[in-house]
């Protein structure tokens, strides 16, 4: 599969998307925001910078200052893919950010989300 398109997509575009989609469901901006420091390490002034930046998620994984260690915690299916079992590296980060993100919205609670 080429993935090339993904790659490319700005994260300050997709960003906005889970934030509604976190919305929506009652959840909140400040929730996204932690799970995104949670999985790719990034401070808040970090993350402000990637999405001023405009910053494409292939450089967004690829200057992440730390992959959460429990990353390898994360399994289930999204967009109808095994996300434990997704070979492209960058590919899988994105899909583990989907997957937390939609657990979000699902009303989940934030300690089994961050795999505490």
Same mark, same amino acid.
């Given at each position: 599969?080429? &993935?090339?398109?993904?790659?490319?997509?700005? #994260? *300050?575009?997709?960003?906005? /998307?889970?934030? =509604?989609?976190?919305?929506?469901? +009652?959840?909140?901006?400040?929730?996204?925001?932690?799970?995104?420091?949670?999985?790719?390490?990034?401070?808040?002034?970090?993350?402000?910078?990637?999405?001023? &930046?405009?910053?494409?998620?292939?450089?967004? #994984? *690829?200057?992440?200052?730390? /992959?959460?260690? =429990?990353?390898?915690?994360?399994? +289930?299916?999204?967009?109808?893919?095994?996300?434990?079992?997704?070979?492209?590296?960058?590919?899988?980060?994105?899909?583990?950010?989907?997957?937390?993100?939609?657990?979000?919205?699902?009303?989940?609670?934030?300690?089994?989300?961050?795999?505490?």
């Amino acid at each position: 599969m080429d &993935n090339t398109r993904v790659y490319r997509m700005s #994260f *300050a575009g997709v960003y906005p /998307l889970y934030i =509604n989609k976190a919305e929506r469901k +009652g959840r909140t901006k400040a929730e996204v925001d932690e799970i995104i420091t949670w999985l790719t390490g990034y401070d808040a002034q970090g993350l402000k910078q990637v999405i001023a &930046n405009k910053t494409d998620f292939e450089t967004f #994984f *690829a200057e992440a200052p730390a /992959l959460n260690p =429990n990353v390898s915690k994360i399994t +289930g299916v999204i967009c109808g893919y095994r996300v434990e079992e997704i070979e492209d590296p960058v590919m899988q980060k994105v899909r583990y950010l989907d997957k937390l993100i939609d657990e979000l919205a699902k009303g989940r609670a934030m300690e089994k989300i961050l795999r505490r």
